[in-house]
């Protein structure tokens, strides 16, 4: 059965730092990964989409990366700002048809102004 | 920006009533899901429907559940008898291709409905 850790679960930086958010997965038989924002009693941001033959994607200031040989994904947040401050989560798609996510559960940011 | 609706946003109801949350998926939009989010916990996968019916559901998504897309728009979750435990965030999310598919499979999902069953 797949299992999705993040750490940390709470992590404080300065405004203006780069940061990274970590990711694991125990089975690396995965389609793809997915990373997402979520806001307090909000719904799910969609950040980044990774499939499985990638090494990496870029939006902006985040870059998400994927070993799956290892069973990890990073978020690199570069010159963070306060409006990063949010739950990050990320998610695996698993294979053969399992259409189901598997969701990590979150790193807590907090960017200090 | 197209978006996933959901209504209502918070739902209160008494323990063995019937609840009936809705979603309109974006509209090009082929697969659709529900997830749920019990308060402090992960977000878990509920169900997955596609071509008008259940492709792939979870142990949680027991005959107290079902779903149905009554017409080209919406994408309903109903419980049947709610329980004390169905108490959570609930997110319905639509892709535009198979989440396994090469080329995409993102994920979009809509800001959730809170139920809450006293």
């Known amino acids: 059965k797949q299992e999705v850790t993040q750490i940390p679960a709470a992590l404080s930086v300065p405004e203006g730092e780069n940061l990274v958010l970590n990711c694991s997965f125990t089975?690396?038989?995965?389609?793809?990964l997915q990373w997402f924002r979520q806001d307090p009693g909000k719904g799910l941001t969609s950040l980044l989409l990774?499939?499985?033959?990638?090494r990496e994607q870029t939006s902006g200031r985040l870059n998400a990366s994927l070993d799956k040989s290892s069973g990890r994904s990073t978020l690199y947040i570069a010159a963070s700002q306060p409006g990063d401050s949010a739950t990050y989560l990320c998610a695996v798609g698993e294979t053969e048809g399992n259409e189901k996510l598997t969701f990590g559960t979150g790193t807590r940011l907090t960017i200090i102004p | 920006e197209p978006e996933v609706t959901q209504t209502p946003s918070h739902q209160v109801t008494q323990m063995g009533q019937e609840v009936i949350l809705r979603c309109v998926p974006i509209s090009n939009h082929l697969y659709f899901y529900w997830y749920r989010q019990i308060l402090g916990q992960k977000v878990e996968f509920l169900v997955s429907?596609?071509?008008?019916?259940?492709?792939?559901k979870s142990e949680i998504f027991d005959d107290q559940f079902s779903v149905e897309r009554p017409d080209g728009s919406n994408f309903t979750l109903k419980i049947r008898s709610t329980k004390l435990e169905d108490s959570a965030m609930y997110f319905c999310a639509s892709s535009e291709k198979h989440p396994n598919d090469a080329n995409t499979g993102e994920l979009f999902f809509g800001e959730g409905s809170r139920l809450t069953v006293l």
């Open positions: 089975d690396s038989a995965i389609y793809n």
């Open positions: 990774i499939q499985s033959s990638q």
């Open positions: 429907f596609y071509n008008n019916e259940i492709s792939e």
